[in-house]
């Protein structure tokens, strides 16, 4: 465990996706998949109430219980499509040794604690060279040209991106 910043982070947590993710689908349509299965399964319930902004309609018999069996089945469903339990793979991902110094910069512009740790030669992390970012934070970090660097997020180690250092390489923004 890499501790900075008052926080810990286990470094050796396998990054996982969503099912939306695995196809490239972005969160926010999963979010609105949910959020509509929800009100699917709460319509039947709620059937003629009136709140102000939003009334929700009768439904007649087969409707209702139509969507009394529909809107929970598409709302597990739209849950296990959203949690991430894929595993990411990151292939041969690892540093090249290289005696080609350079240095790189971390810049935090999400609201979230981020992790940013070398990968070995080898392609397992190394906690002795993992850094933790607050939300603004920015780390300079002296390298080699061809190393590896993974960013996680430094709460639920979801891996955000992975980079390798170029020469005359950009700062390095996680958003």
Known sequence: ????????????????????????????????????????????????????????????????????????ALLAGSLLLYFPFWPIRTGSLRSAGTDIAA???????????????????DGKADPGHSYTLAPGGVQNVETFVAHAWNISDANTGDLLRSVVVKKDMAPVVVR
């Open 1 to 72: 465990m890499a501790k900075s910043a008052g926080h810990y982070t286990n470094l050796n947590m396998i990054a996982k996706q969503s099912t939306y993710g695995k196809l490239g689908i972005p969160s926010p349509f999963g979010e609105t998949v949910g959020l509509l299965a929800l009100a699917l399964t709460l319509s039947p319930y709620l059937a003629g109430a009136d709140f102000g902004f939003l009334k929700v309609p009768e439904f007649l018999g087969t409707a209702k219980h139509t969507l009394k069996v529909l809107g929970p």
């Open 103 to 121: 240095n790189v910069e971390f810049r935090n512009s999400s609201s979230r604690y981020i992790c940013i740790v070398w990968l070995r030669f």
